[in-house]
């Protein structure tokens, strides 16, 4: 069984610019997590989807930022323009309804200059 | 604002020392503990959780935590570490009825051979 993937895995981008990442969950898991970790410190919560519709995005910095997730099935993360602090890991994270554990991908690494 | 603490951000043993990392949570009510583990080059995994029952968890390699409700904690341990314990560990918490896990800031873990 294929695990979570995550697009692309590094992208160093110019403040200002745009940048999606992609993120394709286990195949069935109807949750759908998307996570950063600023350097050093806590993985914070963005948002949460339940198969298409956010159930909870209380984590997301500002309206720079915008997740769909289409089908149900992958999701991306767009930041629209970057600003130099959105640098950080991006993880994505899948379960299957009523799993009390995620599954997490390898995260996307987001340098913005 | 919930939380999680991580009491050591750096620990390094030895091989065959006993191992125990402390994680405290914000009160907020029930909650649903869990320990993530992220080894060097490898994606985050569930070591272990807790939603309810035994206060004391196992979970994969040895490793097992201990919930505290009147402490608000929920300490992993293990009784002898091997080099390939060395990772990161990350102790997290979501409320019951969300789904919106909080993260402490994680403890490297270094295992000297």
């Known amino acids: 069984e294929a695990g979570v993937t995550q697009f692309p895995s590094h992208s160093v981008i110019e403040k200002g610019q745009t940048v999606t990442l992609r993120c394709d969950p286990i195949s069935g898991h109807d949750n759908l997590y998307w996570y950063r970790r600023v350097m050093g410190k806590e993985i914070k919560f963005l948002l949460h989807f339940v198969k298409e519709s956010k159930q909870d995005e209380s984590g997301m910095p500002n309206n720079r930022f915008l997740a769909e997730r289409t089908g149900g099935t992958y999701s991306t993360l767009k930041v629209q323009p970057a600003e130099l602090e959105d640098s950080g890991v991006y993880f994505c994270?899948?379960?299957?309804?009523?799993?009390?554990?995620?599954?997490f991908g390898p995260g996307t690494r987001l340098t913005v200059t | 604002a919930q939380s999680v603490s991580q009491h050591n951000h750096h620990v390094i043993l030895s091989e065959a020392a006993s191992l125990e990392l402390g994680c405290n949570y914000s009160y907020g009510g029930t909650v649903n503990l869990f320990w993530y583990v992220q080894y060097p080059g490898q994606h985050l995994q569930l070591l272990l959780k807790y939603f309810s029952g035994d206060p004391l968890v196992k979970g994969i390699k040895g490793f097992e935590a201990e919930f505290i409700k009147s402490k608000f904690s929920f300490n992993l341990r293990k009784p002898s570490v091997q080099w390939s314990d060395t990772a990161e560990y990350f102790c997290?918490?979501?409320?019951?009825?969300?789904?919106?896990?909080?993260f402490g800031a994680g403890t490297r873990l270094f295992v000297k051979a």
């Open positions: 997290a918490v979501t409320y019951t009825g969300g789904f919106k896990t909080i």
């Open positions: 994270a899948s379960s299957p309804v009523g799993y009390g554990g995620q599954y």
